[in-house]
């Protein structure tokens, strides 16, 4: 027995001389990799503070330059919208409701210069569900388009940041 204890401590001896060997070169390997992250890491800060600089300067142009953008498209929303049937409906009926509260006006104005009591009742309106619905659909889509433009926004500046001088 006391040949395989020896046997088994000269091999855990070799083995500790065999880590021993490596973990200088690791030891030292890892130190230089710690080093050239923390180079990357200020460089990239460098960069980022350059580029939050540039973006400072610039943003209330591009933001006149994106909000301006969409008024070509509200333009031909709008000639697209009147063309669509079910809208030239759609204002008919509300017309209509307007010129009930018009007449009623009317008449609540000739009561009083009348002499008598107003019992004409004012004019309600009731919104139309659809119009929720679509107004909703509408902020869903278009906030979509928002946060494809965000991403955008996010990967120009890590482009940024990324690239080397």
Do not use: C
Request: glycine share 4%.
């Amino acid at each position: 027995m006391t040949n395989d204890v020896e046997k088994a401590a000269d091999r855990v001896a070799k083995l500790r001389a065999q880590i021993d060997k490596v973990s200088g070169p690791l030891a030292s390997a890892e130190a230089e990799l710690r080093a050239a992250e923390e180079v990357e890491t200020a460089r990239r800060t460098a960069r980022e503070v350059d580029y939050s600089r540039q973006f400072v300067r610039t943003w209330r142009d591009q933001a006149d330059e994106e909000a301006n953008s969409g008024d070509d498209a509200r333009n031909r929303f709008y000639e697209a919208l009147s063309a669509e049937p079910w809208f030239a409906a759609y204002v008919e009926y509300r017309a209509a409701r307007y010129k009930r509260g018009h007449v009623m006006t009317e008449a609540q104005r000739a009561q009083r210069t009348i002499g008598e009591v107003v019992t004409v009742p004012d004019q309600r309106f009731y919104g139309a569900q659809i119009l929720d619905e679509i107004v909703d659909r509408l902020e869903k889509e278009s906030s979509r388009i928002g946060a494809d433009f965000d991403r955008e926004l996010v990967e120009r500046r890590e482009k940024y940041v990324a690239a080397r001088d």
